[in-house]
């Protein structure tokens, strides 16, 4: 069974048991839930759980997702180099950019 890259729509016991699954296997805990607010994506990227944050190159590739993700609907973000949140990813988008979070963290820190 492979490690999951991301954990969406799910209990608050599912999400607590990946949590601790990221940090045994030293991965970022990347959450993806509905806002009920607009219907759309609320997405969590939390790298307290790996002993690494993200670097320069990192947070200019994730203000690239960013750009592009405005074009769908999103509503607003916060990155800093330990948590990142993204508010209004479309559900068709949510799955792929769940993914690129998590390939562009290995991309970095494999």
Request: aromatic share 14%; with cysteine; charged share 25%.
């Given at each position: 069974m492979s490690f999951p890259k991301y954990l969406g729509d799910s209990k608050m016991f599912e999400y607590d048991k990946h949590y601790r699954d990221c940090k045994q296997f030293n991965k970022p805990f990347i959450k993806a839930k509905v806002n009920p607010k607009?219907?759309?994506y609320?997405?969590?990227?939390?790298?307290?759980?790996?002993?690494?944050?993200?670097?320069?190159?990192?947070?200019?590739?994730?203000?690239?997702?960013?750009?592009?993700e405005?074009?769908?609907?999103?509503?607003?973000?916060?990155?800093?180099?330990?948590?990142?949140?993204?508010?209004?990813?479309?559900?068709?988008?949510v799955d792929s950019f769940c993914k690129k979070l998590f390939d562009l963290?290995?991309?970095?820190?494999?």
């Open positions: 607009h219907g759309n609320l997405v969590n990227i939390d790298m307290m759980t790996c002993d690494y944050n993200f670097s320069s190159d990192e947070i200019k590739e994730l203000e690239k997702f960013v750009i592009i405005k074009n769908f609907n999103l509503d607003a973000y916060n990155i800093d180099e330990e948590i990142a949140w993204f508010d209004g990813v479309v559900p068709e988008n963290t290995q991309k970095y820190h494999s």
